[in-house]
């Protein structure tokens, strides 16, 4: 279900009494909160299905009351079951043609190989930062684009099943790729993942397959950045870092990633735990994607 008839006519009110609200702004301590829900829950990977059941329950109901549409995508690669989840923001005026993806992923390393006690680099991580930040900023974008429609239509794609890469022989990015799969018609003009964002040293250079191959998009949110005074996103060239925008890329849709590199000292560790993070890396993030979509020419 999307928005009920009686949240549009509350929101009307509310528009109605205090202007003001028609423009509101993405909340760096609210998208903390939502990395706090997702950790209690567990690690969210495919040994702990109550976790994940969790998590995607979580998920839609926070999108339920905003969103114009919400679709379930169930997969399954090689035996282990995914759920990939979409949600979608009408653009403002019903004649705008152009559409542009926010993703994240939602699942959860199963193994911290990376953990400094090699007695836990079999055991999960909590993925506050890999895993619950990108999530976190796109339901509070959600939020944002439900009391104030963006221009163009706006697709939220939470993805499973990223984190699986390397373990017993399984590449990266499987939700994003059944995505692509499932929906071989789904052409958006433009993309942005976000993934590993509320670090309290967050660094954000521009990543090089996105730089190669959707470079008009880096440069229009690099832009964005410089206008804004935004310190964690760094003008310089990253790396080439395999995440949930190459299918994408591969497909030939312009998705970019945004992606902390160097990779965190709690990056596939025990370590990786909400008070690694920051809500004022969040907000940075969260300023620069909503005026992405507010100002978005093709």
């Known amino acids: 279900m999307g928005k009920t008839l009686t949240g549009m006519l509350l929101t009307a009110l509310v528009l109605s009494v205090n202007p003001a609200w028609a423009e509101p702004q993405f ?35 926070t999108l ?6 919400i679709t379930t995508q169930q997969f399954s ?23 542009i993806m926010l993703g994240a992923h939602w699942d959860t390393r199963p193994q911290a190989e990376k953990d400094r006690n090699p007695a836990l680099r079999n055991q999960p991580i909590a993925g506050a930062n890999d895993g619950a930040s990108g999530v976190a900023v ?61 670090a309290k040293n967050l660094s954000i250079p521009r990543e090089q397959y996105s730089q190669s191959l959707a470079g008009k998009i880096m440069d229009t949110v690099w832009a964005i950045a410089k206008q804004q005074n935004s310190r964690v996103f760094k003008d310089r060239a990253g790396i080439r870092i395999m995440d949930d925008h ?3 890329l591969r497909a030939g849709i312009k998705v970019i990633d945004l992606i902390h590199y160097p990779f965190p000292d709690h990056w596939h560790s025990s370590a990786d735990t909400v008070d690694k993070c920051s ?13 992405f979509v507010a100002t978005y020419k093709p």
């Open 27 to 61: 909340d760096g301590q609210l998208a903390l909160e939502h990395i706090v829900s997702q950790v209690s829950f567990g690690p969210r990977e495919p040994n702990n299905p109550r976790a994940k059941q969790k998590t995607v329950s979580f998920i839609k109901q």
């Open 246 to 248: 190459v299918p994408f």
């Open 279 to 291: 809500s004022d890396s969040l907000q940075q993030v969260g300023n620069v994607v909503q005026q």
């Open 64 to 69: 339920q009351p905003l969103a114009d549409r």
């Open 77 to 99: 690669y090689e035996g282990l079951p995914g759920t990939n989840l979409w949600a979608s923001f009408d653009a403002v005026s019903k004649g705008s043609a152009q559409r």
């Open 138 to 198: 796109l339901l509070e974008l959600a939020r944002v684009f439900a009391a104030n429609p963006p221009p163009v239509t706006v697709d939220l794609v939470f993805f499973d099943l990223e984190d699986m890469g390397n373990i017993n022989g399984l590449p990266y990015s499987i939700g994003a790729s059944e995505f692509i799969a499932a929906n071989p018609f789904y052409r958006p003009n433009a993309g942005i993942i976000v993934d590993m964002v509320c």
